[in-house]
C-alpha cells in the first residue's frame, strides 16, 4: 500500500517537473542588445537602408576586387556558404545582405589592422535574389553582388 | 551547468605567415519570423549577435550576426601573423544574454 502510494506521489512530481522545465523553456527573456551590434542596420527592411545604417551613407561604388563566393544555385536556402574577400587596400569592415530577405543585413564583419579581408559564413535565404557584400574602406563603400537561385527557402517554418 | 565541452569547435591553422581560423558554433539562431505550428504564434528571436576573435589577446575581428545566420554558424576568418602554439580565443554573444568561448592552439610549422 504504502508502495503504490510512493509510485505515484513519484509519477505526479516527474510530470509536474515537467511542466515547470516547459514553463521555463518558453520564458522569453529581455532583449540586451549590445551597444556595437547595429540594431538600425540589422532591422532595416531595405537594402537602401540597412546600407545607409551600417556605413551611414548611401553613396557606394560597384567593384570588381570584390568577390564573392556562393553558389549560383543552392538548394537548400537555410544553409548557403558565402565567402566574401576582397583586394582594396585597408578594409575595415565587411557585411553580407541577403536582398531577399524580410531583414536583408545578415552579418557585418569589422576587421582589425592584420586581419585579412576575406571571410566566410553560411546564411539563410528565403528565396532567390542577391547577395550583396559591402566593403568598408577608409571613407568610401564598395560594393559587389551575386545572384544565388534558391529551390527551397530557408526562413519558413 | 558543468561545461564539460564547448559550443564552439575551433581550428586555427598557420601557413605562409598568415594564420586562418575556422569556428563552428552550435545555436538554434532563431529569426523570430518561423512559427511554432501548434501554438500559431512566433518562435522569439534567439540567435547569436556578436562573434570576437581575438589573437593574443588583441581583437581581430568583431563580428555582428542577425537571425539570418544559419542554425549552427560557420565563421572562417584569416590574420597576419600567428605562430606555432600561440592561442587563438573565439567567443558569442546571444540576443537573450547567453555566451560561450573556446581557445586553441594554432597549428603551424615549428
Known amino acids: 500500500m504504502i508502495d503504490v502510494k510512493r509510485r505515484v506521489f513519484l509519477k505526479g512530481s516527474a510530470a509536474a517537473g515537467a511542466v515547470v522545465a516547459a514553463a521555463g523553456a518558453g520564458l522569453i527573456a529581455p532583449q540586451a542588445v549590445l551597444a ?49 574577400s576582397s583586394s582594396i587596400a585597408g578594409v575595415t569592415a565587411i557585411s553580407i545582405l541577403a536582398a531577399s530577405n524580410p531583414s536583408p543585413m545578415v552579418a557585418s564583419f569589422a576587421l582589425g589592422e592584420s586581419t585579412v579581408a576575406d571571410v566566410s559564413t553560411r546564411i539563410k535565404m528565403g528565396k532567390t535574389g542577391d547577395v550583396i557584400a559591402l566593403v568598408q574602406a577608409g571613407d568610401k563603400v564598395y560594393t559587389a553582388k551575386k545572384e544565388v537561385k534558391v529551390t527551397i527557402g530557408g526562413c519558413g517554418g | 551547468m558543468a561545461k564539460a565541452k564547448s559550443s564552439i569547435k575551433l581550428r586555427a591553422k598557420e601557413k605562409n605567415g598568415v594564420t586562418t581560423v575556422k ?69 558569442w554573444t546571444d540576443n537573450k544574454g547567453g555566451s560561450d568561448s573556446n581557445e586553441v592552439k594554432i597549428k603551424g610549422k615549428k
Open chain 2, 23 to 91: 569556428a563552428l558554433m552550435s545555436h538554434p539562431m532563431e529569426t523570430g519570423q518561423r512559427k511554432n505550428k501548434k501554438t500559431g504564434e512566433n518562435i522569439p528571436e534567439h540567435f547569436i549577435q556578436e562573434v570576437v576573435g581575438e589573437y593574443n589577446g588583441k581583437v581581430v575581428i568583431t563580428t555582428s550576426w542577425s537571425g539570418g545566420v544559419s542554425k549552427d554558424p560557420y565563421l572562417s576568418f584569416s590574420f597576419k601573423g600567428g605562430a606555432n602554439g600561440e592561442m587563438v580565443k573565439v567567443s
Open chain 1, 36 to 84: 556595437e551590434w547595429n540594431e538600425a542596420a540589422f532591422r532595416s527592411k531595405t537594402v537602401a537602408d540597412a546600407i545607409k545604417a551600417q556605413t551611414g551613407t548611401d553613396a557606394t561604388e560597384e567593384s570588381a576586387d570584390i568577390k564573392i563566393k556562393a553558389p549560383e544555385i543552392a538548394e537548400n536556402g537555410a544553409v548557403v556558404p558565402v565567402s566574401v
